[in-house]
């Protein structure tokens, strides 16, 4: 995606660098327009080069590519970080003095625009005006926060953190016009627990880590997104419904009180048994004796249920295997979905060290006919990738329904 990051004059501005850096580490081609001011506070080389294109706020360099309306007519996202009180000024009446200004006027695409300022400038009615006016023609706005401010100031008018408005300004873009726009999509992540006694629990090592970047790239290509996450070691993305959970039951009734999503995804490690009696009480060795044994019982399959549910929803599953050779890891992936009746598969390979937490990793996504998709990399590259392949499938599912 195309995206322009508009840059206002404040201290905040030097923060732009990091939203800067996680659209392109997101894939993104990000061309970065600071107004005059903006670069009193962070220099043109540091924008460069984090956003690896040219910077300029002149509208009269390069008049030969008509850049002052160039680069808003290609936007598939403007993001507005610092908005100083100044800018919103001028982008609410349309104002067309810098490159900003032709940019965002120049553009059909949605605008995102991330307010930093004093409180009392914050309150002015003339600011809160400007605001509303942006906000009823469409504009979206993230922020600002309570916080320190400059000069050892706090209170309302800190910028929103820089992941967080990167966060809004793409799920807007999303909606927009992303391939999941309008679907609705559940997903369970994390690892159940299924408790021993009130302090004891068996458990897993899953953090959620894939889950939840499933969540954060499905609600990226537009999707209203649910996160059923049982035990997350990892924050649910922002612009994401937390469902938390603890238990396999609980994670079960949550999947299945939102079964009609379009699309459900169980990328949670389920604990495949339950302890047969819940101690009330935390239990001592004495009464564990030298050599316990706890009595198990077989949970429910919460993904061969969804898949056997009358159901209009795209039902994907998750195998982890530990198997090392790679036909045989397909094979298994093979009879897994046969036997779940998912609609895909995502495999991936698990070990000691291997598969858990924030490292890369690699899948393949399987459907009746075979591999549909092969991803190796970031688990945030990696759920894009899923996510790309999900969308496809849905897309085709309501032609086929006819309600495309
Ligand atoms: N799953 C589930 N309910 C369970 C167990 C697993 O919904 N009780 C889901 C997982 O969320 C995952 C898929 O099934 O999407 C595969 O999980 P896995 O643990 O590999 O399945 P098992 O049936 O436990 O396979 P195995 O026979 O290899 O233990």
Same mark, same amino acid.
């Given at each position: 995606m195309r995206v322009v990051v508009g840059i206002s004059g404040g201290i905040a501005a030097y923060k732009a660098a990091l939203a800067i850096r996680e659209l392109v580490q997101a894939g993104h081609d990000v061309h970065v327009v600071p107004t005059a001011s903006a670069l009193r506070f962070v220099g043109r080389p540091t924008l460069e080069a984090l956003s690896r294109n040219p910077v300029t706020d002149e509208v009269f360099d390069d008049v030969a590519a008509v850049r002052h309306v160039a680069l808003g007519q290609s936007a598939d996202l403007i993001v507005v970080l #610092?908005?100083?009180?100044n800018t919103l000024a001028k982008l609410a009446t349309g104002l067309a003095d810098d490159l900003l200004g032709t940019t965002v006027l120049a553009s059909r695409a949605p605008l995102v625009l991330a307010p930093a300022m004093h409180t009392e400038m914050w309150e002015q009615p003339a600011v809160q005006a400007n605001v509303r006016t942006l906000a009823e023609r469409g504009a979206t706005i993230v922020g600002p926060v309570a916080g320190a401010l400059t000069g050892g100031d706090a209170g309302l008018g800190r910028m929103a953190e820089p992941s967080e408005v990167v966060a809004a300004a793409l799920a807007v873009a999303g909606?927009?016009?992303g391939p999941l726009a309008g679907r609705t999509l559940v997903v369970a992540a994390g690892g159940t627990r299924e408790p021993i006694? #009130?302090?004891?629990?068996?458990?897993?090592?899953s953090s959620g880590a894939m889950g939840v970047a499933i969540a954060a790239a499905a609600r990226d290509a537009g999707a209203e997104v649910t996160l059923v996450g049982a035990n997350l070691q990892r924050p649910a993305p922002s612009g994401v419904a937390l469902v938390e959970v603890e238990t396999t039951e609980q994670l079960r009734a949550a999947m299945h009180e939102r079964a009609a999503a379009d699309v459900l995804v169980m990328a949670a490690a389920v604990a495949d048994y339950r302890v047969d009696e819940v101690a009330d009480a935390k239990r001592s060795k004495a009464s564990w004796g030298e050599r316990p044994t706890i009595a198990l019982v077989q949970n429910p399959d919460v993904l061969a249920e969804l898949a056997a549910a009358p159901r209009s929803s795209l039902v994907v599953g998750f195998a982890a295997e530990t198997e090392q050779d790679d036909d045989a890891l397909l094979a298994r992936g093979t009879a897994k979905l046969a036997r779940k009746g998912a609609d895909l598969l995502v495999v991936n390979?698990?070990?000691?060290?291997e598969g858990f937490g924030d490292v890369d990793t690699r899948v393949r996504v399987l459907d009746a006919s075979g591999v549909v998709a092969d991803a190796a990399g970031s688990k945030a590259s990696v759920a894009r990738a899923i996510v790309e392949t999900i969308a496809r499938r849905t897309a085709a599912r309501s032609t086929s329904e006819g309600d495309a």
């Open positions: #610092p908005a100083t009180a909606r927009a016009s006694d #009130p302090v004891r629990f068996l458990g897993n090592r390979r698990v070990g000691h060290d």
